[in-house]
């Protein structure tokens, strides 16, 4: 199951995932204070969670901040990216972790019903409350009970480019979507096809169609679709897939057309746009883009790697897709007072300034200071993520049944393949989308 909130998860070997021990020689731990009146000497929290490489090293940053200011100890496990399968198991083990980091809505929901969860703490709430939009605090109640403290967030709507292209195209940053195709034609013209497309990552189709939808069919009709309350075979989506197919068809627009985009994956993508040899001006995905371009390939951001919002589309607002990773405590866990310590601690600025400042993250948080980001395209980023407010919509495929929105080679993620390859029929592959959404839905 796909999971990216701000780079690309490498994915473990479930195998050895499930035989790492829970204690601190697992994944190291941040020892408490030997000494001192701290609240916490003496326990230890046990959090999972899908980060690896850097984000799991900038997360234990903020873990060793709560130490610091309660003397917990923190133990953090990597789960692999099915979160989902990883705490089945340890809780069928009795052996749960207290808090896990969840990266999708679907999964939360699934934690909730399933009994997994405790409610968040009051004072969590009421922190959260004052400080994130309603939406974040939607996403993570099930049933007007809140268990899911979002804290950290991916901006799904930026388009990444390369000035120098831009700038030998004579081309400047588009503010409409109509534009933007123009501007891709245009560098065309110079001799660099538009957008560097991932279709082999099924994912990215995904939030290509869900910007479109948000933009042209509004948020209510988001909301409807993505619960499934609304059919794949509206007029909204075979509108949305028909411009998306404009896109697809043309290769002035698609380096290398679609069958060249369908033998690319993400971070093929952006190296033909960062990479030593330019094949493409442009590349459509979140912010986490940016740190790819800035670590794999040495651009500076705000200068040789940059952005504009995903514009508007007809007359529809610029939309802000997003997604997300939610703090839960596990009702097996055996330290449930620490792990509700934790939240608390999580939801405040100070805790998500820490990540900040080491960067490859975003805070839904609107009192975190925007000083605290490293850079100004960050800074960016995350102005435009809290200014969205309520108009967020977390990204629909998380939402959906995995067998629909998050399965290589099945589902949604194929569909979009097959229309990438033959985006001539939107009205057909909307019914197939339709048939497979009714048959996951149901199960």
Partial sequence: MRRLTTTRRTTAAASAVLTLALGATACGGSPGPASGGKELNGQTVTVAGVWTGSEQKNFRKVLDAFTKETGAKTVFVPTGDNVSTFVGSKIEGGNAPDVAMVPQVGVLQQFAKEGWLEPLSQKTATTAGANLATVWKNYGTVDK?????????????????????FEQAGVAEPKSYTDMLKAGRTLADSGLPAFAVAGEDGWTLTDW???IY??????????????HTLPWTDASVVKALTTLGEVFKDKQLVAGGSAGALRTDFPGSIEQVFGPEPKAGMVYEGDFVGGMAKDDFGKKLGEDAKFFPFPGVDSG???????????????????????QRLLEFLA????????????GFLSPNKDVDLASYADDTTRSTAKS???AGDSVRFDMSDQAPAAFGGTKGAGEWKLLQDFLRDPSDPKATAAKLEAAAAKAYKS
């Fill in 317 to 339: 607002k610029a939309p802000v897709v997003s997604g997300g990773d939610a703090a839960v405590v596990l009702k097996d866990g055996k330290n449930k007072k620490a792990a």
């Fill in 214 to 227: 948000l933009s042209q069919a509004g948020p209510e009709k988001y909301d409807q679709l993505a619960a």
């Fill in 385 to 387: 993520l809290v200014d």
């Fill in 145 to 165: 009970t809140y268990y899911g403290l979002y804290f950290k967030a991916a901006h799904k709507s930026t388009v990444w480019y390369s000035p120098s292209a």
């Fill in 348 to 359: 405040t600025p100070e805790a998500a300034s820490v990540w900040a400042g080491a960067g």
């Fill in 209 to 211: 169609f869900e910007n």
